[in-house]
């Protein structure tokens, strides 16, 4: 199918629905990777994965790899891992520390900002040879956010303050949940599923599956009633609800309705933690953040869940092929036994090995097959119409997510049509 | 002590048990070899990280291996509706005591686990500690190195 034009993209994606071919064929999962992935800002995890100078990890953006650097002076690289000779990966390990990446083919060797720094035989190549014109090529922009890396293919894109909007607030009280300010992420936990990525970027906004696809976690449908306000003005009175900023950015906050069934209360209020939170923030501001039940995504590949302090990123290997990376976070400063818990239950929801996202992963893979039994068939995204634009001209609803989701593919239909 | 014949020879019966109780889904059977101090462990990395925070794949006490089976018997666990279907191959046994009551057993093993028109081979590395308790075998710690535990991964079958 060919989508070059707006309205290619108007008969795939309405308000409140979307044509089922939109996560099954590969000629659209091609152009989103050129569209979205390429032409959007990607987030590459955080910078305490690369805390010491020579500490590196390698990535992808659609399929392209990428090194991730920390330098010398204390500056984060993202570099593009191919030499620039005959184009071999330069590291082929997935995180360490190393003075330099020496390609393996001829030993162009590189320092950590992408610097070329060896040539063997040099001289063969001509007077004119200028190591200067040949370091590793770095992404044509690269930012932080509250240590948050993200960057871009293409250099067009806002800068990154504009582009996350006020859904930075929440990034910071993900961050400000730290009493030293900060988080270090652990190693993160790495499952595969047979399905389109937006299987898992729909699933993280969608709150009416619990009850069905995790029964045996947070009980059946008969034993929760749904008790989150199911609409937007009802939620914006209670303090719960959705909202969603733009450029495909939501969040939910949950905090009030069912944050003691995720995490025992008395260990996210645990007095040293509190104490530590109120000398920064005040009484009333430290137990919002200790209590903080929020789900943050910003589009299109990063997820944070406030209440467990874990991230993920959705890393799309083919149409019906998705990589999710889990990340507990510890919170600096906080005591042990704190971040042990939190980590702890950020594995049991993450891990290939573990009780949640294992069955988020057969709803997905389910749901891949049952949509290519009719490409022009739609997805429902038609729960919870009931929102208002606020003042800020973000939408707030309620209920189940749906209005998040149909934001997210408002930023598609966006991207899709105009690239950048 | 046990001879060295006949430390191998109830090291190797115990592992086949093990794997037959896992592969024959009589899961309330394999937790009872577990002590009460028992951990049950996957490591993401190919070396024993016990040191610094190292995540896992799996890292429980024995209430998180009940609560793990609990949910593997929930009548409507998405995963586990149809069943999965596994067998263990076990080879490499190598066992040796540690002190009085403690026997360690390295053994390389490959699972094969199929469901839903796909299977899945999971080799690795294995390492039981076992304790004599009362006259009986038991796992204080087991630990499994799969290869490739550091790369993306579907749902694991009981290992």
Redesign the interface.
Known sequence: MAIRTRSTVDSLVEKDRVRRAVYTDPSIFSLEMERIYLGSWISLGHESEVPEPGDFKTDEIAGRPILVTRHNDGTVHVLLNACRHRGATVCEIASGNAPAFKCPYHGWTYRSNGELAIVPSQEAFGPDFDRNEYGLRPLPRVATYRGFIFASFNPDVPELEEHLGRAAQYIDAFVDRAPAGKIQVRKPLKTEYAGNWKLQIDNFADGYHPPFTHPAVFGGPTERASRAPTNGTEASRRGGGTRSFGRGHSFSDLGRFRASNRFPEELSLHPSYVSALTDRFGPERARELALADTYLLIYPNLYLQTLLSHFRLVKPQAVDRTHVYGYPCDLVGAPDVLNDELARVTMAWTSPGGEVQVDDMEAFSRVQRGLRADPQEWVLFTMDQNEHVNEYGEVEGGGMGDSRARGSFREWARLMAEPS | MASPDALQYEAEQFLYHEAALIDQRHYREWLELFTEDAVYW?P??EENPDTG???????EDREGIA??I??LE?P????EVPPRRARHFISNVVARSLGETEIFVTSNQLVYSFRLGVQVQYPGSWEHTLRRVGGQLRICQKKVYLLGN???????PVL
């Open positions: 996957l993401t990395e925070h190292p995540t896992s794949i799996i890292r609560k793990r609990k949910r929930h409507v666990t998405l995963t550091d790369r993306a991964l579907a749902q694991l």
